[in-house]
C-alpha cells in the first residue's frame, strides 16, 4: 500500500511542503513541567548532550567584594614591603612594581573569578598600591632623618614626602607605574580561568 504523496503548498517554490523537524538533530522536547529548571538539550546516558558533545563551560563564579578587599590588603602589605626596598635602596625600583601589580592582580583574580569589572579595579589597587609603596619609602627616609615615628612622618608630613617623591619622579617612574597596573589587569584575567 503506497500513501499519498503531500499536498502541495503554493508557496512553497519547491513544490511539497515539509513536515517540521525538530533542530539540529536533537529530537523534540517537551517543555519541562512548572517548577523543574530547563535543560538546553536532552541528555543522554552520563550526563552528555546528543552527539558526543560536552556541555559548554562553566565560567568560575567568585565573590568580587571579597576579591576587592583581599586585594586592597594585598596592596597594602606589598606596598609596606616595597617602601622597605625603597629605603634600603634609597631609589625606586621598577620591577618591584610590576610584582605589586602581579600579586594583587593574582590574588584577586582568583577569589572573584570571571567578574569583568575586576581587571579594572585590580589595575587601579594596584597603581594606588605601587604609589603607596614609594611614598612609605620616603617616609621611612624621612622618619630615619627627622628622627621620628613612621607614622608621624607619613600623616603629619605627607606634603613634604609628597612634593619630594614628585621631585625624585622621572617618566620611568610612571612608566613602571602604568606596568605594574597592566600587570594586574593581566594576571587578574588570567587568575580567574
Known sequence: M?????PQ????P???????????GYPQQQPPAPGQPYAPFPQQQGGQPPMGFPPPPAGRSGNA????????VVALVLAGIYGAIVKATEHEIGYAAVAVGAVVGFAAGKIGGRNQAL????????????YL????????MFADYAN???FEALFDHFDLINEAWKSEADALTYVFMAVGAIAAFGSSKKAAL
Open 2 to 6: 503506497t500513501q499519498p504523496p503531500p
Open 9 to 12: 503548498d503554493n508557496n512553497n
Open 14 to 24: 519547491y513544490g511539497q511542503q515539509q513536515p517540521p523537524q525538530p533542530g539540529y
Open 65 to 72: 567584594g571579597l576579591a576587592i578587599l583581599v586585594a586592597v
Open 119 to 130: 581587571p579594572f579595579v585590580c589595575a587601579v589597587i594596584a597603581l594606588a598600591g605601587v
Open 133 to 140: 609603596g614609594q611614598i612609605s619609602g620616603y617616609a621611612m
Open 148 to 150: 621620628i615615628g613612621f
